[in-house]
């Protein structure tokens, strides 16, 4: 069935092609070891990096291709059609939080050394914002970072961290001036190997599990004053800026997997057999289906549009906040609704279906989780 989204290219369905590929000859074949390893090759970033993955809206200065915004959509949407939701986490962060703010707030300096090095896949990056002491309360973070001589110490921890474990830099939400609320909060790079720099666990997980996830600690951590991201103050705006394409990102992320869900129990349907007729000639299993492929469509189309106005350059912060909630809210649903089909094949581990209902249910709590998204509407609604 046709999206109707015209926006999208010859040009951008080369690219997706070229995606797919990389998926199937790269991704698939090793998703039940890496899942089992909760990780995946390092040398996969490289592999990535080859096919121009991590610079599609980066100067080419840096390393990119300036293609824009739609090639990542392309490429975040057929990464989630893998069925890992940790191997498009993991490659996704790199894509997204991970060069992002760098790119947007980064000095010339900052990008040639780390942003050069992620787009090549030769660096992997995190973005540590959530503390074990809470959620989405980013104004309440207690990670502190002070002045000490020409540098800064950084006392703290972070949790829940997208490759985290094997993160070359991390970007560090700190209060810089404990006095002034969200207007004390800066962004600070810190490399791996620096003092005080701990990785204190990797985190088990009931879906991502192919994604390392870490939980981080920062004992007088000294970095010095030019690892400073943007202005200090600043930190608050460039964390919710990073959160519009997270969250646009991670309601892409949904269609596509989403779609890949549909595909697969279509299949499944046909070829399953119950008495003495394929399951999907059933008029229950029709209709259900319908209703599956009417509900991913409208999620895909309040995604796009959300997607369109954010190539535009608009803020968009209530039709992002609805997209993300629609279409993560969709996936949960569409992965349930198929591991029922599935029956009792649905919980083997073979079938990707199992993978697929894990993994869905960190899309309304990652990024924002639904409830957040409910109170931005509201905002803007004047509400």
Not at 252 to 259: I, S
Not at 307 to 318: K, S, V
Request: with cysteine.
């Amino acid at each position: 069935m046709s999206s109707g989204f015209q926006t999208y290219s010859e040009e951008h369905e080369a690219f997706r092609a070229t995606v797919r590929q990389f998926v199937q000859r790269e991704i698939k074949p090793h998703i039940q070891k890496w899942e089992a390893a909760e990780e995946f090759p390092r040398e996969l970033y490289g592999k990535a990096a080859e096919i121009g993955l991590f610079g599609l809206k980066y100067e080419e200065k840096y390393g990119g291709s300036d293609a824009g915004f739609f090639f990542e959509a392309v490429a975040t949407e057929e990464l989630s059609k893998s069925s890992s939701g940790g191997v498009a986490a993991g490659l996704g962060a790199q894509m997204t939080i991970a060069t992002g703010p760098i790119h947007l707030f980064g000095t010339d300096a900052q990008k040639q050394r780390y942003l050069t090095r992620a787009i090549k896949g030769e660096w992997i990056g995190a973005f540590a914002v959530t503390e074990p002491s809470g959620g989405s309360d980013v104004a309440g973070l207690k990670t502190t970072a002070r002045r000490e001589g020409e540098g800064w110490v950084l006392n703290g921890a972070k949790t829940y961290i997208t490759s985290g474990v094997r993160a070359d830099y991390v970007i560090v939400a700190a209060k810089t001036d404990v006095t002034k609320g969200h207007k004390g909060l800066s962004m600070l790079i810190v490399e791996k190997g620096t003092p005080g720099f701990i990785v204190s666990k990797k985190l088990q997980k009931l879906g991502w599990r192919a994604s390392d996830t870490a939980e981080l600690h920062f004992e007088d951590c000294r970095i010095p004053g030019e690892a400073l991201l943007g202005t200090e103050g600043g930190g608050f705006s460039q964390i919710m800026g990073n959160f519009q394409w997270e969250r646009l990102s991670l309601a892409l992320g949904a269609v596509g997997a989403a779609d890949d869900i549909l595909q697969t129990v279509i299949e499944f349907t046909k070829n399953r057999e119950a008495f003495g007729q394929a399951v999907a000639k059933f008029q229950v299993t029709k209709h259900k289906l319908a209703e599956m492929a009417t509900d991913l469509e409208a999620a895909r189309q309040l995604t796009y549009h959300a997607l369109r106005l954010h190539a535009a350059g608009e803020w968009a912060l209530g039709q992002t906040a609805m997209a993300k909630k629609v279409a993560t809210e969709m996936c949960c649903r569409l992965a349930d609704q198929s591991l029922q089909l599935h029956g009792g094949a649905g919980y083997m581990m073979e079938f990707d279906i199992q993978r697929h209902w894990r993994d869905a249910r960190l899309g309304p709590i990652g990024g924002g989780t639904s409830e957040i998204m409910n109170e931005i509407i509201a905002k803007q609604l004047g509400l």
